[in-house]
């Protein structure tokens, strides 16, 4: 069992930044192999994919962040980052990690969330 842990939520000021953290427990060579991702849920509304990154880092981006948030990862950290940038009221959700294992066998794997608030 792989296990994500999120940091890096908050409250900003709209126009501000945070940067999100999800460390996992893989190993680093099975965290090497896996695409990771970042997921938002606002209240009422489905979760959403907000971007992506697979073990060739290749990333793609959903339209509404595309220009602002920038997701990297860090495999001798085993860590993935969502950088965020320009934030808006509309960013406010929380923000889930998520891991798509494929070594030793494939699996999907959920952080526990992490809030992010954008004030106006």
């Known amino acids: 069992q792989v296990q994500l842990v999120e940091s890096g939520g908050g409250l900003v000021q709209a126009g501000g930044s945070l940067r999100l953290a999800c460390a996992t427990s893989?190993?680093?060579?099975?965290?090497?192999?896996?695409?990771m991702g970042w997921f938002r849920q606002a209240p009422g509304k489905q979760r959403e994919l907000v971007a992506a990154?697979?073990?060739?880092?290749?990333?793609n981006y959903a339209d509404s962040v595309k220009g602002r948030f920038t997701i990297s990862r860090d495999n001798a950290k085993n860590t993935v980052y969502l950088q965020m940038n320009s934030l808006k009221p509309e960013d406010t959700a929380v923000y889930y990690c998520n891991a798509h294992m494929v070594w030793p066998r494939s699996a999907d794997y959920w952080g526990q969330g992490t809030q992010v608030t954008v004030s106006s």
């Open positions: 893989a190993s680093i060579f099975s965290f090497s192999f896996a695409s």
């Open positions: 990154i697979t073990s060739g880092a290749s990333t």
